[in-house]
């Protein structure tokens, strides 16, 4: 039981993270909830092999993006349950004009410059990016770098 309270102690306090990772990888909030559900399994199914060898973020980070590419990959459709957590995060980025150009933007890169943009724009040192994504520090910056002049240009046009 001390299990269950801690891990939903851990998707409470962790639930806009795991949101926006998903809200990156979403076309719409059907599919939204979908990926939100298919993390919390992977993390509900993983939690007990934590071994705390990194923060919480970044493993659920990793597990969070893992699970989403995962899901661009199969493409299958599968029936879920729907679960009654619902924070709005998609819709109020719809209704902020310049947050939803941005995140037009994003949606345009691939998937592992969307998942670089977004650890960035949640405030990750570089360091702690090479550590979620298994790159190293040099790598992150000089892509991250070219990502944001892609994204500039992309708003230019």
Known sequence: MEIEKD????LTEHKALIYKVCFMYASNQED???LYQEVVVNLWC???KFRYESKLSTWIYRVAL???ISDLRKKKV???VPLSVD???YDDCLRNDSL???YQLICQLDRYERMLVLLWLDENSYDEIASITGSNRNTVAVKLHRI????KKMSNQ
């Open 7 to 10: 891990f939903i102690d851990l």
């Open 32 to 34: 939204l909830n979908d």
């Open 46 to 48: 993983s939690y007990p």
């Open 66 to 68: 893992n699970t989403c």
């Open 78 to 80: 599968l029936d879920y």
């Open 87 to 89: 924070i709005g995060v």
């Open 100 to 102: 939803k150009e941005m």
């Open 148 to 151: 944001k002049d892609k994204l």
